[in-house]
Nanobody, 121 residues
Framework: QVPLVESGGGLVQAGGSLRLSCAAS????????MAWFRQAPGKERDFVAAINWSGGVTNYAYSVKGRFTISRDNTKKTLYLQMNSLNPEDTALYYC??????????????WGQGTQVTVSS
């Protein structure tokens, strides 16, 4: 088990920034690939970004590349998503996820409960 708890969501104006955090517990955090997904009402859960155990390999969805940055601090067992230049299309419930592999589909084994991001125009 890898309990995950997201935080940092909120309401922001278009063009603004937010930083999401995902706190993990357990001794094996450093062995997991971590990822962010998002889901808007009535839509599928979409891949946002992923990062390998060391932080040396990252992958981004095309829609967020250049605007979002995924990072992790293994000493704090925390995953981050820095989101800049936000637009209303980024409005969604954001989830962090963990697994042994890096995927762009929502097949990760462990999930948080989500944090809401709302971008106003």
């Amino acid at each position: 088990q890898v309990p995950l708890v997201e935080s940092g969501g909120g309401l922001v104006q278009a063009g603004g920034s937010l930083r999401l955090s995902c706190a993990a517990s357990g001794r094996t955090f450093t062995t997991y690939v971590m990822a962010w997904f998002r889901q808007a009402p009535g839509k599928e859960r979409d891949f946002v970004a992923a990062i390998n155990w060391s932080g040396g390999v990252t992958n981004y969805a095309y829609s967020v590349k250049g605007r979002f940055t995924i990072s992790r601090d293994n000493t704090k067992k925390t995953l981050y998503l820095q989101m800049n230049s936000l637009n209303p299309e980024d409005t969604a419930l954001y989830y962090c996820a963990a697994d042994r592999g890096m995927f762009t589909t929502p097949r990760y084994a462990y999930w948080g409960q989500g944090t809401q991001v709302t971008v106003s125009s």
